[in-house]
């Protein structure tokens, strides 16, 4: 597995963005897929999980109603699409990749729990 994220940028408050996270090496079509972020000064926090079949997604309650997360495990790529974005949206966002074939009972919001990690991208909100 060998995650490259892209799509982020400097949008202004309420717009949006879709980052992508591809796996070049088209080996993550069996992990769960998650989206962490991390502020300037802060803690990396959990966004956004889908499981390898994408039957189930999780999110995080600051991103709910705004944030998509979805998978093309043919491209082996997932997408996070950011809706209504807001200045606390601003972040270094992470893809990450956990090694399982569960789709539930396995917690998909930890990051000590993910195998594989992407470089990150920038996302700036401007208010």
């Known amino acids: 597995v060998q995650l490259q994220a892209s799509g982020g940028g400097l949008v202004q408050a309420g717009g949006s963005l879709r980052l992508s996270c591809a796996d070049s090496?088209?080996?993550?079509?069996?992990?769960?897929m998650g989206w962490f972020r991390q502020a300037p000064g802060k803690e990396r926090v959990f966004v956004a999980a889908?499981?390898?079949?994408?039957?189930?997604?999780y999110y995080a309650d600051s991103v709910k109603a705004r944030f998509t997360i979805s998978r093309d495990n043919a491209k082996s790529t997932a997408y996070l699409q950011m809706n209504s974005l807001k200045p606390d949206d601003t972040a270094v966002y992470y893809c990450?990749?956990?090694?399982?074939?569960?789709?539930?009972?396995?917690?998909?919001?930890?990051?000590?729990?993910?195998?594989?990690w992407g470089q990150g991208t920038q996302v700036t909100v401007s208010s």
């Open positions: 090496r088209r080996t993550s079509s069996n992990n769960a």
């Open positions: 990450a990749a956990l090694v399982t074939q569960l789709d539930y009972g396995l917690d998909f919001t930890t990051s000590n729990n993910y195998d594989y």
């Open positions: 889908v499981s390898w079949s994408s039957a189930r997604t």
